[in-house]
């Protein structure tokens, strides 16, 4: 099982990026993707996370109306679309998945939940 994250690099505050969660060797649907975030000196954390089969998506406040999480199912992929970026956004994102679906209606930004990490890609806000 593989997940791999790319779509990181440089832009300017105000600017955009979409990062990618590729999956492969998954059987099951029936789990969530977590995108999470550490920068320099910070511990890791969570941003958004989508409940793969169903849709149902969650937002960290920092990013809230920023940042949007989708999926797309035959390609077996989860993207970040994220918009006003700035230098504080600045980290590694990393992509993870959990090993079953914890809830019906609703996905957690624990790091605890996700058993499948990425390697993760490099985001830098920066003018």
């Known amino acids: 099982v593989q997940l791999v994250e790319s779509g990181g690099g440089l832009v300017q505050p105000g600017g955009s990026l979409r990062l990618s969660c590729a999956s492969s060797g998954f059987t099951s649907d029936n789990a969530d993707i977590g995108w999470f975030r550490q920068a320099p000196g910070k511990e890791r954390e969570g941003v958004s996370c989508?409940?793969?089969?169903?849709?149902?998506?969650n937002y960290a406040d920092s990013v809230k109306g920023r940042f949007t999480i989708s999926r797309d199912a035959a390609k077996k992929t989860v993207y970040l679309q994220m918009n006003s970026l700035k230098p504080e956004d600045t980290a590694v994102y990393y992509c993870a998945r959990t090993s079953r679906l914890l809830w019906i209606n609703r996905c957690v930004l624990s790091q605890g939940d996700y058993a499948y990490w990425g390697q993760g890609t490099q985001v830098t806000v920066s003018s």
């Open positions: 989508i409940i793969i089969s169903g849709g149902i998506t």
